[in-house]
């Protein structure tokens, strides 16, 4: 009898905020606010992972750098769609857990 051990996901979360605790600098503001030195951590800790999950208005906001990963996109806007390595995947129609087992993603980084 062989025994089919189930892996799990292992998440990280990266948040980059300033001291006061904001999360960007206006509605359409990009990373650029962030050191140098924590955008090469972020870059490299990143290239580590198997896909990347970012809401939409990120995925818009790092698109160039995104589109080079396997990114999942959250977005109400759609069912499901893939362009390249990006899914974007509306949670409340989709069960997450399930696609990132069946796409064999075991390190996500949450963006």
């Known amino acids: 009898m062989q025994v089919r051990m189930k892996s799990k996901i292992k998440f990280i979360a990266f948040v980059a905020t300033s001291i006061d605790g904001r999360i960007a600098q206006g509605d359409k503001s990009g990373a650029d606010w962030t050191s140098p030195e924590d955008w090469k951590f972020f870059q490299k800790s990143l290239a580590q992972m198997d896909a990347v999950i970012v809401g939409r208005n990120t995925y818009e906001v790092a698109k160039a750098k995104l589109d080079r990963r396997n990114t999942v996109v959250l977005t109400s806007r759609i069912g499901f769609r893939q362009k390249g390595s990006v899914f974007f995947l509306n949670p409340a129609k989709h069960d ?11 390190k996500v980084a949450i963006v």
Do not use: C, I, R
Not at 96 to 106: A, G, I
């Open 96 to 106: 997450l857990k399930k696609f990132l087992t069946e796409h064999n993603f075991k």
